[in-house]
């Protein structure tokens, strides 16, 4: 059974930093596309960030860019995202998830880890 653990998430002040791990389980995420996303309170579940399965090629929402960097080790099945230079408008619970594939086509994902950024 496929499973996403995220960590890393918690209370930081703006400009500050903070990096979500998430980790898989169940099958290897060496050649799959993954990603983060976030949800904000009343608010829709949106894409943050993407990474193909080499790690080569990133993607982005234009909101984070600049300011986040997603990487992926593929030796520990594990995605990171980086958060930089933080703003409350990032506070949101962020989700890890995964594809089956090189594509994204988000098919796995973890149960979110909350990021709560102070002004």
């Known amino acids: 059974q496929v499973q996403l653990v995220e960590s890393g998430g918690g209370l930081v002040q703006a400009g500050g930093s903070l990096r979500l791990s998430c980790a898989a389980s169940?099958?290897?995420?060496?050649?799959?596309?993954m990603g983060w996303f976030r949800q904000a309170p009343g608010k829709e579940r949106v894409f943050v960030a993407g990474?193909?399965?080499?790690?080569?090629?990133?993607l982005y929402a234009d909101p984070v860019k600049g300011r986040f960097t997603i990487s992926k080790d593929n030796a520990k099945n594990t995605v990171y995202l980086q958060m930089n230079s933080l703003k409350p408008e990032d506070t949101a619970v962020y989700y890890c998830?995964?594809?089956?594939?090189?594509?994204?086509?988000?098919?796995?994902w973890g149960q979110g880890t909350q990021v709560t950024v102070s002004s």
């Open positions: 998830a995964a594809s089956a594939g090189p594509n994204y086509d988000f098919r796995f």
């Open positions: 169940g099958r290897t995420f060496s050649s799959s596309a």
């Open positions: 990474i193909k399965g080499s790690g080569k090629s990133t």
